[in-house]
């Protein structure tokens, strides 16, 4: 659609950028943490332990002040399960909750509102060894942990987020460390997808909780979500992306608004007998679960052919192979990538945000968007990262289109407000508006330092998207 003019950015939206408590913390066996499953995986080689992170354990108020600084309204960041319960249920940690409390409140000494995902990757490690997901408990155990937060946080935050890109716990779950299967599984199908049936029902138990305890509060899902194309306009590539779609994207959004699941996945694990089983009350948790907007996280676009029946899977959250007798992933040669081999798509961004509010009906904020790549600390202090600059300027050119196109936006938190552990590609891989001295080993001064997308994202804030140059 060509439009002749533009509509602004809503005068409340809400302009920050996330981190997660295991890539940023650091301290993560201190103050009476329990270890989570991040903490006990082996690292892919090369790449740092998350150990130290960031540092933002000890350096958090500096963090927040530099988030004031560029003028965040939002800052989305994650609670440590095992930080609050070590054990993941039972015995509360008054050292996690009080280090929860520090950070929410110097939030709002700054007007930042705090958007806390209650889940991203970090199973505490002693849930990991009583079947973590698979078990049915985990239900409960993650409704526990959901009401700690919202007894001890409820007053003052009012934005939830619940599990971080189940999709891709489900889907790539060993490559971001996650998803145990048990030994000796003889259906690893129809386990991944009895977890992630855990998942959904905990997901909308935590959405009526929330409702229930704390009901000015909004809480919402926070998947990986992205258009997946079709390679050509072959009709049996367009079965490929939309059986793509269902699978990665619609399954998830359609259980947290409609409580049902989607029908070609369904048929899709009847096929390979591998339907989840529902637990009594299953389908009524489900049903009556709702969320207040969509969260979602936004990397790139897919692009798929007809499978031939035997893709392998794997990849990771943007590079899958493809799911065997349901689509083949194929390169987007419209596309440039990242120096990942992340592909680059701003117009696909759109197109996902149309698509998105077209299927629900509800207002989204961005929970992730960015560029992962290697930045240099010049000897004055300076990080020059123009690429990320066009990444997020193209990207938010886009989302006031679709705004412009009629869809509903309350935020966009890019990835990251800082320089971060990425999932399996270490330190060297950065994200953050603030950079970090520090090496994949070498931890240095751990210092901040502003990089140059730091001043241009303070401008764009101040004048609500308006302003996007140089
Ligand atoms: C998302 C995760 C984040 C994050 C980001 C970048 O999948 O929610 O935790 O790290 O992607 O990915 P990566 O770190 O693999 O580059």
């Known amino acids: 659609m060509l439009h002749k003019s533009l509509k602004p950015f809503p005068e409340e939206f809400l302009w920050g950028a996330s981190t997660s408590a295991y890539q940023v913390e650091g301290a993560n066996l201190e103050d009476g943490k329990g270890p989570s499953c991040q903490d006990v995986k082996k690292v892919p080689e090369g790449t740092s332990e998350l150990d130290v992170c960031a540092d933002q354990y000890h350096r958090y108020k500096e963090d927040i002040a530099l988030m004031a600084e560029m003028g965040f309204k939002v800052y989305r960041f994650s609670i440590s399960w095992s930080r609050i319960l070590p054990k993941g249920t039972g015995e509360v940690n008054p050292k996690g909750i009080e280090y929860y409390n520090n950070v929410i409140n110097e939030c709002l000494k700054y007007d930042i509102i705090p958007l806390v995902t209650m889940f991203h990757f970090d199973m505490p490690a002693a849930l990991d060894e009583r079947g973590s997901w698979s078990n049915p ?6 409704l526990e942990f959901a009401k700690t937060m919202f007894e001890n946080y409820g007053d003052r ?16 779950g060993p490559v971001i460390g996650t998803l145990c299967i048990p030994e000796g599984c003889t259906n690893v199908l129809k386990e991944t997808y009895q977890q992630n049936h855990h998942m959904l029902v905990a997901q909308a138990k935590a959405m009526a909780l929330c409702h229930e305890m704390l009901p000015e509060a909004k809480i919402g899902p926070a998947p990986n979500i992205a258009l997946i194309y079709p390679a050509s306009n072959k009709p049996e590539d367009q079965l490929a992306a939309q059986n793509m779609n269902a699978v990665r994207n619609w399954l998830y959004l359609d259980m947290a608004v409609y409580g049902k699941y989607n029908n070609l996945v369904w048929s899709y694990l009847e096929e390979h007998d ?7 009350g299953d389908a009524e948790a489900l049903a009556n679960g709702h969320p207040d907007f969509i969260g979602f996280n ?3 676009t897919g692009t798929v052919e007809a499978s031939d029946g035997t893709e392998e899977g794997g990849g990771d959250q943007q590079n899958s192979r493809g799911v065997a007798g349901l689509a ?8 440039m990538k990242t120096e990942f081999g992340w592909e680059i798509d701003p117009i696909g961004f759109r197109a996902t945000l149309r698509e998105v509010y077209s299927r629900y009906r509800l207002p989204i904020v961005i929970t992730e968007n960015g560029l992962g790549a290697y930045d240099k600390l010049e000897e004055d202090g300076s990080v020059h990262d123009p690429y990320r600059i066009t990444y997020l300027r193209e990207h938010i050119k886009q989302m006031q289109l679709a705004i412009t196109d009629g869809v509903e936006m309350m935020g966009y938190c890019p990835w990251s407000a800082i320089d971060l552990i990425s999932t399996h590609e ?3 891989k950065r ?11 070498d931890l240095k001064t751990l210092n901040r330092f502003r990089k140059d997308s730091f001043f ?15």
């Open 137 to 142: 408990e985990s239900v409960d155990w993650f």
């Open 157 to 172: 935050v009012k934005y939830w987020l619940t599990i971080n890109e189940q999709n891709m716990l489900t889907l790539v």
């Open 274 to 280: 591998a339907t989840p089983e529902f637990h009594e």
């Open 298 to 300: 936004y990397y790139s």
């Open 328 to 335: 083949k992933n194929i390169k987007n040669p419209n596309l």
């Open 426 to 428: 270490g330190m060297k």
């Open 431 to 441: 994200y953050g508006f603030i950079y970090v001295d520090r090496d994949e080993f």
């Open 456 to 470: 241009w994202y303070k401008k764009v804030i101040a004048s609500n998207g308006e302003d996007l140059s140089d």
